[in-house]
């Protein structure tokens, strides 16, 4: 029996089983621990805000599905989302939840020894979010340590190549985007207060287009203004009303099912600083360079490093990576920490990677973006949205 | 010089040190390592969506502040809202980030070697979601593995009583809360979109009330409907309408500056199930004998062996526990992971302690929820929100 949740054909789970197996047999793995709420989707749909606990997923060279296991109250939104028997969904008592006592790794332990698995090697997300300390000090206790293995962003290697379905979630994240873009440069008005801005642009997340509703997405709105947006992750401020003079930085995004599609603009309340013009069209003209640049076959660290020589006549400089791997995720980042626009990543770029190029620059007074979500295609890249690349002035 | 982003006088922080201090002499900690975003909003004011790359704060009992490190790209947003000299703020080069090479931990590790605190025994949120296991081992290489000890939730122990001045920001995110409460069972009506509730609820969420501005949530708007209620976290089915039958769970909040009063509450559209009724009946009279029962000296466990007794006779059972201390917080949750309402801890009610009782009921085709977030008070406990306890009935 299959879930009525499902946003994906069977046949794509299959691949991405096959194809996680396949990582985990290069890398000496039998067996992978995955906790990351992303990768527990990716590999079998799981959708629920219940991260907040311990939960994971469980995937062994020699089982056809992987195994659940989350808090028991969860465990009917496991039986929902995923295409998983329902003999694989094992739900832990309540005991287990944030526990002085007990861990939850030692539920894991023993889920492992029932199935007979605990003396194989096993891959843990060693520098995720979701995986800390005590998780693996507790498995170690529990498992002996010669077993346990780096499997950090594994699975999200293996998520970089986005499948067809995948794009076509994307490209209605973008549509999406471009909404909520338009809404935030069309509510950013002398006089109104920030939080009414932001509050249109979070409805507009969520609203979606007429086809496609929207979703929470994985970070909220970006938006500083004035002074806020000399540094990079800062947003409204609750109690302010914008002012002839503000800079404000959007970095928004279009998200689908968990899909995302970002993108960052900059507005300018009045008649913009001369150096900000020149910022803006320094900025926009090297992203128009790097964009004819990407294609198939060349490396990250190439990109940036024509980014970086398209720049270098206007004294621009950038010391923070360009751009990122972007697709599916939660909180607290829809970046999926695979290839980074850098020097030295050595990642070559292939048809189905969708990457943000973010140029953003944050001088010691305001800051400007302007930065494109593309999809590399057999021969270049594909802009996913199409926005004007500008400094929006509003008065 | 202060920043102008500071939400406390400089008194708060420093009892908010002093406290934190005399917890870690206790515990036989010279240093501390504090990565959870919270914590460190707490102790220093510090408030960004930078919690996706490695950051923190290090307090040591023989200096006077904190030193904070993040990336070099919000720094500026650590000048911004910190009280912390400028000279204990450290931005570290963006190489460090999501990185293959190295790990930012190795840079953590020679800023203490640096301040002379590399032998002191150093304190360390082991179970949090922020400190990872490669976190710690690398830490662990890098330092030696004596001297490192478990202070996962230290600080949120400290948080756990709270301020005038916080529970002054708390009463503003009551406000907030119930008008987004208001706003989702207004919304909820067969035929319209679920997305177009949740978008009011998330705007409301965020413009707040005319006095205040609100914040986005440590959680989305939990709102799922029909079949996708009889599980603990899923939310609004982006593609679907509201239909006559429906039982909509509302588990939403108000945020002021991070600092929650979450919430739940329950719709059905239409006339409702007999057995639902009966639950619904049965868990207000509960909820109300519980609170009457709240208040300083008795246990977190009494509350709950209280709550238990009060539904006996209902035949509801309710597995999971019934609450837990809330208050500043980001994402995954406003929760504090202190005091549970549960069997088994012992935590003794103190005047100051804001807790979510939060008896939801998950049965096999559908929940119902009521909540109230309450303050310990010297003689009892106050509901912070005033909204009515009852099952919501739409046409």
């Known amino acids: 029996m299959k879930s009525t949740q499902m946003i994906f054909p069977m046949d794509e789970y299959d691949r991405r089983i096959r194809r996680t197996k396949e990582m985990m047999d290069r890398q000496g793995m039998e067996v992978l621990l995955v906790v990351d709420p992303a990768n527990m989707n990716y590999l079998t749909g799981y959708d629920g805000w219940s991260f907040y606990v311990h939960q994971g997923v469980i995937l062994s060279l020699n089982a056809d599905a992987p195994l659940w296991f989350g808090r028991e109250q969860d465990a009917n939104g496991a039986r929902l989302t995923t295409w998983l028997p329902r003999d694989n969904i094992y739900g832990y008592p309540d005991e287990y939840v944030q526990s002085r006592y007990t861990h939850t790794m030692c539920y894991v332990a023993q889920l492992l020894r029932d199935r007979g698995w605990a003396e194989k090697r096993l891959g843990l997300e060693m520098d995720g ?21 780096d499997a950090t962003n594994l699975v999200n290697w293996v998520r970089i190549v986005k499948s067809e379905a995948e794009i076509t979630y994307i490209r209605q994240a973008a549509r999406i985007g471009e909404r909520v873009m338009q809404t ?16 249109l642009v979070s409805a507009a997340q969520i609203t979606g287009t007429a086809e496609y509703g929207g979703a929470s997405p994985a970070i909220f709105p970006i938006m500083p203004s004035a002074e806020r947006t000399s540094t990079a992750h800062l947003t409204y401020d609750p109690d302010r009303r914008y002012r002839r003079g503000d800079v404000v930085l959007l970095e928004l995004c279009g998200a689908r099912y968990r899909y995302h599609a970002p993108l960052a603009r900059t507005v300018y309340l009045g ?10 069209e320094g900025v926009v003209t090297g992203l128009r360079q790097t964009l004819a640049f990407m294609r198939p076959g060349v490396t990250a660290e190439a990109v940036e490093a024509r980014w970086r020589e398209a720049i270098a006549h206007t004294g621009v400089v950038k010391p923070s990576r360009v751009g990122y791997a972007f697709g599916l995720n939660y909180v607290p980042d829809w970046g999926e920490h695979t290839l980074s626009l850098r020097p030295g990543d050595k990642t070559v770029l292939e048809p189905g990677m969708t990457i943000h190029f973010m140029p953003g620059i944050w001088l010691e007074s305001y800051g400007f973006e302007c930065s494109e979500p593309v999809l590399i295609t057999e021969d270049g890249c594909e802009k996913l949205i199409e926005f004007p690349q500008q400094l929006f002035l509003k008065a």
């Not at 935030?184 to 509050?199: K, L, N, S, T």
């Not at 008649?271 to 803006?280: C, V």
């Open 129 to 149: 979010y979701w995986f800390s300390a005590k998780m693996y000090l507790t498995l170690q206790e529990q498992l002996g340590r010669s077993t346990l293995l």
């Open 184 to 199: 935030a440069i069309d509510g950013i008005v002398p006089g109104v207060p920030e939080r009414e801005a932001a509050a």
């Open 271 to 280: 008649d913009p600083p001369g150096d900000l013009e020149k910022t803006a």
